[in-house]
């Protein structure tokens, strides 16, 4: 499957419910989801872009590779596996032939899915000694 293909696909997916995200309390729920390592690096680095209010995410995909010191490649998986997770939606699709530069790559912000505190493949779970087995902790 193409990069391409895998965009249209998360696109295509079962529609969820997205909610916008502060850039902190996004950051923090990145940090305890359970994603590889590459893909929250990225996440991380995206959200440096982002305004206080997770809005006006648009880092070049070729500005984070460069940053991540890896390829482009890597850097559209991980932003499919982000929008597939519903860590980030996109807002506009960028112009590569628009004659400014703010215009020609994509437009995101950051989201947390309705309900992620009740979602495992999200969040890790705890279980300290005061804790029940199956407690949420987003750290």
């Known amino acids: 499957m193409s990069d391409a293909d895998a965009v249209a696909a998360a696109e ?3 529609p969820r419910i997205l909610l916008a ?8 729920v990145v940090r305890a989801a359970d994603l590889p390592t590459s893909v929250k690096c990225i996440a991380l680095i995206l959200a440096t872009y982002a305004s206080k209010d997770g809005e006006n995410v ?9 940053h991540m010191r890896t390829s482009e490649r890597t850097v559209n998986r991980a932003m499919v596996t982000l929008r597939e997770a519903g860590l980030i939606e996109r807002v506009r699709r960028g112009n590569r032939w ?5 215009h020609r790559t994509d437009l995101h912000r950051l989201t947390i899915p309705e309900g992620v ?9 705890s279980t300290p000694e005061h804790a029940s087995p199956g407690d949420i902790r987003v750290v």
């Open 12 to 14: 295509c997916s079962s």
């Open 21 to 28: 995200a502060a850039r902190f309390e996004w950051e923090r």
């Open 58 to 66: 648009r880092p070049s995909v070729a500005t984070v590779a460069d």
């Open 98 to 102: 628009a004659d400014s530069s703010a």
């Open 117 to 125: 505190l009740f979602m495992p493949e999200l969040i890790e779970r």
